[in-house]
């Protein structure tokens, strides 16, 4: 048995037992070279058996629930050398028993990654990925990630398999809760800030962790909201809409990649070759490692591309390198490789790539690095990472309608606390929070206890989230997330009323369980449960001031609701510090500023509406009907809240939107800006757009396209001039040929606090 001294020696020496003349040599070697010959030395001393087993990820269950199966018999399998990293585990104590069979117990001591689904927080839960991306602030994001890796590693995580960076402009899909929402450009800054934040600048440190960006690629774009569907669009719309927050992942060095569970172009992304290797390495240059998602490998057989020997050599073939759960790989790749299906220089090739990333977590040097259980006392939920967390969730809320003046409230208000969600752990830290504990969140009720201990609360639940059994046994597969309570109805909406009676004013708190988003958790209705529409409608009857607090992980359909008299604060599920973050906005304390990420239809019919449409040749010139143009005899083209759209307590007024000059030179630059001016009677934050409409170009360009953002902070009274550096490198895109280019041409631009305002001033990109 070659122990893991054996191993360690290799990174001093860059082969097993080599003379100390090459301890020298290989000192002033780089670090690459230095990898090189690590993973070279043990390369050469495994078995075909060994090398398989690298490229095999097992759940041994019993730990974080993420999927739908879990592997058999992990024990024996890791003694047998048969895997090369395990998920759904954590604990410095568990992992260390498994690290121990690795290291101990297999003849080259080879150690694991451990990977999780750390996606908004590990203990410290964020707001869901939709919610903070609302925040508009890449640094407060970036810690974010920071504060998720420090826990995530703590705890004995090394790998990580977020972020998530699917653009969807569907918000019938569940897992729009996951990502950025609809915008490449937002959603690639977000993906370069939430990679910087997992791996830091040294992956062998302690608290950095490898971060994973998925589900490569164009998962968000499933064919009618449902999830694991087909998707099919052209080359264009890919490189021009779809792939740029992937591109941005891989130019911030992320370490992982994970396949999605759809076909592109007719192949499933886990066996598609063009995809795992032309674009992804040949073109883009990633150099890291490649693995499936969630038994993709294995769900290649239900999309009729062949048995699970055949799939397993297609995805080998395309280039991934890590099977996940399905152990297609490890029970076929031999057989392939006998019948000349595969080669042993393709299973090399993936075995090298984990290594790779062992070696550059410096598990190599200690296999033990991140078990250390003072570490896990220590870094996890630590009273400023609590804090934090609240700040970030205030920072997320969306102020969608003020025009009823409800908010912010008085500190000794008689408040009528009502909602199926206002005195409610289970729902706080949203969808895919599988390492976060519910118990430990804080609810709307005991925020408002928190922050306004002189307000008088009258609370009731007035209404169960909803009241169809069967739909609700769906949302509650993890745990209860929709409670039916044994009172009727008719009793709790009684109770409501009577609490409204009470009070000066009602807070509503409703919306979407936490678990009617996520994975697996399409919707084709975009309406609030009819159990709590009915409550709302009650309220409103009561002529009583109300503000509705509406928790969701995607936009809603709300149009009944907007037009009602009350103010709507958009609060998505908010993650441990919920309700204390709510309470700080609802009474002032802090003045909310996010901007939605994702446009909020009128109608479900609407679907897809997304700013960045592009016009037809008979375009609609307003909201008006007009016959043969391009619109809908029921509802206006617009959506109900466009994307980047978010109230204030205060108000901005833009003026002198203007350029440096009227030309930009190809080799130039050229400065757009805009004052900006708090006029209303609260200080506050906003948060600057900048967008472009490139007026004529060889394809059909789309109406507008965000280049820019800057969220500043304005005093009452207080103006800013906000400015953006414009190059001709910014008014690039693919096209048609897939070349990346820039014609010259005119311009159209325009500052301000969301995408529906008109352009009005234009400049020239001449050669």
């Known amino acids: 048995m070659i122990k893991r001294s054996l191993i360690t020696l290799s990174l001093i020496t860059g082969c097993f037992f080599a003379p100390s003349s090459q301890v020298v040599a290989q000192n002033s070697q780089t670090q690459e070279s230095r990898m090189n010959a690590t993973v070279d030395s043990i390369l050469a001393k495994m078995t075909i058996d060994e090398k398989i087993g690298q490229l095999n990820l097992l759940n041994p269950g019993g730990g974080v629930a993420t999927g739908a199966v879990v592997s058999d018999n992990v024990q024996q399998k890791i003694k047998d050398g048969e895997v090369g990293g395990l998920f759904g585990v954590a604990g410095p104590d568990k992992i260390k028993i498994a690290q121990d069979y690795a290291v101990n117990d297999t003849r080259l001591g080879i150690p694991l990654l451990i990977g999780s689904d750390v996606i908004h927080g590990y203990k410290t839960t964020f707001p869901i990925p939709l919610g903070t991306s609302a925040s508009w602030d890449l640094e407060m994001i970036k810690k974010t990630a920071q504060i998720a890796a420090l826990e995530a590693t703590a705890d004995g995580i090394n790998w990580n398999f977020s972020p998530m960076v699917d653009i969807s402009r569907d918000p019938r899909w569940g897992r729009v809760a996951e990502g950025a929402g609809e915008d490449p450009y937002l959603g690639s800054q977000i993906a370069k800030a939430m990679v910087e934040g997992y791996q830091g600048d040294d992956l062998t440190k302690e608290n950095t962790m490898i971060a994973t960006v998925k589900h490569f690629a164009l998962y968000g774009a499933s064919e009618s909201g449902r999830d694991y569907n087909t998707t099919d669009m052209s080359r264009i719309k890919m490189f021009n809409e779809y792939l740029p927050p992937y591109k941005a992942a891989i130019d911030a060095g992320v370490g992982s990649v994970m396949s999605s569970f759809n076909d592109v172009d007719g192949v499933p992304a886990t066996g598609n070759k063009w995809l795992l290797t032309t674009l992804l390495r040949d073109k883009w240059g ?113 102020l969608l309608k003020k025009d009823a003046g409800v908010l912010p409230l008085k500190k000794d208000a008689k408040i009528a606390l009502i909602g199926p969600l206002a005195n409610n752990k289970n729902n706080m830290l949203g969808t895919w929070a599988p390492t976060g504990d519910p118990q430990l969140s804080i609810p709307v009720l005991e925020g408002i206890k928190n922050v306004a201990p002189k307000a008088k609360i009258n609370y009731a639940q007035g209404a169960n989230i909803t009241n169809d059994e069967e739909f609700a046994e769906k949302i509650n597969v993890f745990g209860p997330r929709a409670e039916i309570s044994n009172v009727s109805p008719e009793k709790m909406l009684e109770k409501a009323l009577k609490a409204a009676k009470k009070s000066d004013v009602i807070i509503a708190v409703v919306g979407e369980a936490s678990e009617m988003s996520g994975e697996s958790a399409s919707r084709t209705n975009l309406l609030i449960p009819e159990s709590q529409k009915k409550l709302i409608r009650e309220l409103a009857k009561t002529d009583k001031p109300m503000a509705i607090v509406l928790m969701s992980g995607r936009p809603l359909n709300i149009s009944e609701e907007a037009a009602l008299p009350v103010d709507i604060l958009q609060v998505w599920h908010p993650g441990v510090e919920a309700g204390n973050a709510i309470a700080d906005v609802i009474f002032g304390d802090y003045n909310p500023s996010g901007k939605i990420t994702a446009s909020w239809p009128r109608n479900v019919g609407q679907v897809p509406v997304y700013y960045r449409m592009k016009n037809t040749g008979r375009p609609q010139p307003s909201d008006d009907f007009t016959k043969f143009k391009s619109q809908y005899l029921d509802v206006s083209n617009s959506p109900l809240y466009p994307f980047g759209f978010g109230l204030s307590y205060t108000d901005f007024e833009y003026k002198n939107i203007t350029a440096s000059a009227d030309k930009l030179p190809m080799d130039g630059t050229i400065t757009l800006s805009a004052t900006v001016t708090n006029t209303g009677d609260f200080d506050g934050e906003e948060v600057v757009q900048l967008y472009i409409h490139d007026k004529v170009r060889s394809i059909t360009p789309p109406l507008k396209e965000l280049k820019g953002f800057k969220k500043i902070m304005l005093k009452k009274g207080e103006s800013k001039t906000v400015s953006f550096e414009i190059s001709a490198e910014d008014l690039k895109f693919y096209n048609s040929n897939l070349d990346f280019v820039t014609e010259p041409g005119e311009f159209e631009y325009v500052i301000a606090g969301s995408s529906d305002k008109e352009f009005k001033n234009s400049f020239e990109l001449v050669k």
Request: glycine share 8%; charged share 30%; net charge negative.
């Open 286 to 398: 990633f150099d890291g490692f490649v693995t499936s998602d969630y038994t993709s490998v294995n769900e290649m057989i239900a999309h009729g591309l062949g048995d699970l020997q055949a799939v397993s050599a297609l995805a080998l073939k395309a280039g991934l390198d890590m099977d996940m759960v399905g152990e297609g790989f490890l029970t076929t790749l031999k057989k392939s490789l006998e019948e000349g299906k595969v080669t042993e220089q393709e299973i090399t090739t993936a075995a090298r790539r984990i290594l790779e990333a062992k070696y550059k977590l410096g598990l190599f040097e200690d296999p033990y690095k991140y078990l250390d259980e003072n570490r896990t006392k220590k870094d996890i939920l630590k009273k400023s990472s609590r804090e934090f967390a609240r700040e970030v969730a205030a920072h997320s809320f969306v």
